[in-house]
């Protein structure tokens, strides 16, 4: 479980991204955290990823305070946290298999998990039939795959997609959202940001707004709502009902 205490992020310069923010996320829970631009999701990302280090407040990880990590730890926490960034930057010239490949690779593991792990994780995002493509031979969709095929194969606990639809058609954007889905299926806990509604819409799931900083709602339900959007809501009905009452005057002068 993951949760976060009175978290406070101020940039240099005064910026507050992050405002006295506290929630939890739970074991193999799929969280979207939505919000326009600028309203803090990515510094939200870093923080959880350990990248960056709040003003204020605990992030806690199976009850260890993620902000006391010295390096070591830090570097062990960001295989159990893997994230998937909206420009996923694949190296152009290995295919599929090694691009994910060199995940594992890295991380120290040796060939005989490579051969057993790369064909499963594949499968799983619906990839096999790529394997031997190298990025400028399959779309954008299919890169992004690549890229959650690449964080995942490490097998974190908690993968963080951030905006991962952002720069894909709405069909190509699905698809990476079932991915997502699946993957949760199979016991990974997913944490995905987005500014994109439609996307939050299709899921049924938690849903966290964040605005300006803070979390304005965080809600269990297929969509979710702004207060502004209610508002607004609200506003429409209403200029409706006086439209039909005139209307309705009208004709009965
Ligand atoms: P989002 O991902 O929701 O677009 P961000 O977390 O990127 O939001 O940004 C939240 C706020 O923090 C914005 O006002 C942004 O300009 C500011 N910010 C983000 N990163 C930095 C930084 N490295 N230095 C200064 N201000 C930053």
Known sequence: MIECKNVSKIYPGDVPALENISFKINDKEFLSIIGSSGAGKSTLIKLLHAEEKP???EIL???EDIVEYKKKQIFQHR???GVVFQD???LPKKNVFENVAFAMEVSGRSEEEVAEDVPQVLEIIGLTELADKYPHEISGGEQQRVAIARALVNRPKV????EPTGNLDPESGWE???SLLKINKYGTTVVLATHDREAVDKINGRVVVLKDGKIVSDEIKGKYDL???KVKKEEKEDRQRRTDSE???????
């Open 88 to 90: 996923f930057k694949l």
């Open 159 to 162: 993968l963080i997609a951030d």
């Open 61 to 63: 990880f199976g009850g």
């Open 55 to 57: 003003t204020s407040g």
């Open 247 to 253: 209307n309705q005057k009208k004709k009965s002068i």
């Open 176 to 178: 990476i959202l079932q």
């Open 227 to 229: 207060k502004e959007d």
């Open 79 to 81: 295989r159990e946290v």
